[in-house]
């Protein structure tokens, strides 16, 4: 990175950036309070709070939202007249899944092979710390020259859309002329990237009956309908023979235009076992950024250690159903709700319920602020080129916060790279691209109030 004194500043930061990744990550701010405490997302919640009282922060508060949890807001006021820049991140983490699979604990932020690994470390604990060192950059070299607003909310990977509804009922408070959305990530390390598109996503929960108990297989079993294999083959029904999704009603063959994912690249990045093949038609990146797909997320029905010879009465599984830009997520969920009530066999009960919905989004990347983010991520990234990508997850804010605010310009970036394996077990953080990234936002935000 050439030198300049916003880089330096960063870079004289990150051991403090560091320290307070590590105080984040030791929360077990899952926002699932069935099997996490909620104490530990209030923890961190107040971690963040503090954290914006620390940097002048203005109007810090802990934002009660619909869904039972709290989002962090707080106001850095800049010169008068200046535009406003939202800045979003979330402190709430996935489960750690198999904690057997981590090679160090995942709520300790452990440095190894050069990077920073624990839950959260990306996805999106680490995109608070990228905000807060582009502010400490910028008040260093001569002020903050924009109106800041954070907003990190705690429910993102629970879907429950708390901070939405909030933001709904409370219009005033969001309200910017760009919104960064630091919950993306680059294409992969060393590669400037921000994400134009993501796809929607809807959850839903199905079950099958079929008999007041379960029945001796022996006994009953070749005449009397089993539920599991009814829910088997309602599944099933939702993909083709080579994987693609395939819900009655709902176009899949949408291509992406813009920057390709090599499959071979994809394989590795996937860790997908030798000689298997990957799913679906089209190119990586149809499939990933453009195209519905469907995942069985889960199964309730008996576990095999411990199973018994016994025809199933009843089972159920929790459905997601990926939505590309383009297609209204209320439609695509009548649809799966239909296709799945449709392929029901044997006559056997079934009852669908959505349980989550997010729309999908697309960018505007005509905006003036797109043109004064590829000129500062080019300084960050020693002159590369910042790439235009779509993401296959989703961030429901997105489309609320264009709703409300149809002429905020937003962007995404953030620390998500493939390397990180967000969601995933040993999930991880390169700490160069949180430099170079907090450094392209600093830049950003000078650059916008120049524009």
């Not at 071979?264 to 997908?272: G, I, M, P, Q, Y």
Request: with cysteine.
């Amino acid at each position: 990175m050439p030198s300049n004194p916003v880089a330096e500043t960063v870079a004289s930061l990150m051991p403090r950036a560091k320290a307070e990744l590590t105080e984040l990550v030791a929360f077990k701010s899952v926002a699932d309070f069935d099997q996490f405490p909620r104490s530990e997302s209030e923890a961190a919640a107040n971690w963040v709070a503090a954290a914006l009282r620390t940097e002048g922060f203005q109007d810090v508060a802990l934002l009660d939202t619909p869904d039972g949890t709290q989002s962090v807001y707080g106001c850095l006021p800049g010169p008068e007249g200046a535009k406003t820049a939202l800045l979003y991140a979330h402190y709430d983490v996935q489960p750690p899944l198999d904690e057997a699979g981590w090679v160090t604990p995942p709520f300790e932020l452990t440095e190894r092979d050069g990077r920073w690994y624990g839950r959260g470390s990306a996805d999106c604990k680490g995109g608070l710390v990228m905000h807060l060192l582009a502010l400490r950059a910028l008040k260093a070299n001569g002020g903050v020259p924009v109106h800041v607003k954070v907003i990190a909310e705690g429910s993102e990977e629970q879907g429950t859309g708390g901070l939405e509804r909030y933001a709904e009922e409370h219009p005033e408070l969001l309200a910017a002329d760009t919104i960064i959305i630091g919950d993306a990530g680059n294409f992969r390390v060393g590669v400037p990237t921000v994400t134009t598109a993501l796809r929607g996503m809807t959850l839903v929960r199905v079950r099958v009956d079929t008999l007041e108990g379960n029945l001796h297989s022996g006994q009953f079993g070749g005449a009397a309908p089993d539920a599991l294999g009814a829910l088997i083959r309602v599944l099933d029904s939702l993909r083709a023979e080579d994987g693609s999704t395939t819900v009655d009603g709902l176009t899949s063959d949408t291509r992406w235009e813009g920057l390709q994912y090599d499959e071979e690249r994809f394989r590795k990045d996937a860790k997908v076992l030798d000689g298997v093949e990957l799913i679906g038609s089209g190119t990586v990146a149809d499939r990933i950024w453009a195209r519905p797909a469907v995942t069985v997320l889960g199964i309730d029905c008996p576990p095999v250690v411990g199973a018994t010879p016994s025809v199933q009465a009843g089972a159920r599984a929790l459905v997601s159903l990926r939505v590309p830009p383009g297609v209204d997520t209320v439609e695509a969920t009548k649809l799966l709700h239909a296709h799945l009530e449709a392929h029901t066999p044997w006559g056997a009960r079934v009852r669908t319920e959505q349980i989550g919905q997010g729309q999908p989004f697309r960018a505007d990347t005509t905006s003036p602020a797109y043109g004064a983010m590829a000129k500062a991520m080019s300084v960050a990234y020693d002159g590369a080129e910042m790439q235009y990508a779509g993401q296959g997850g989703s961030i429901p804010l997105c489309n609320t916060l264009a709703s409300l605010y149809p002429r905020a310009e937003i962007l995404l970036i953030g620390l998500s790279e493939p390397e990180a394996q967000i969601h995933a077990v040993n999930e991880s953080v390169s700490p160069e691209e949180l430099e170079r990234l907090s450094v392209a936002e600093a830049l950003f935000l000078r650059n916008y109030a120049a524009s």
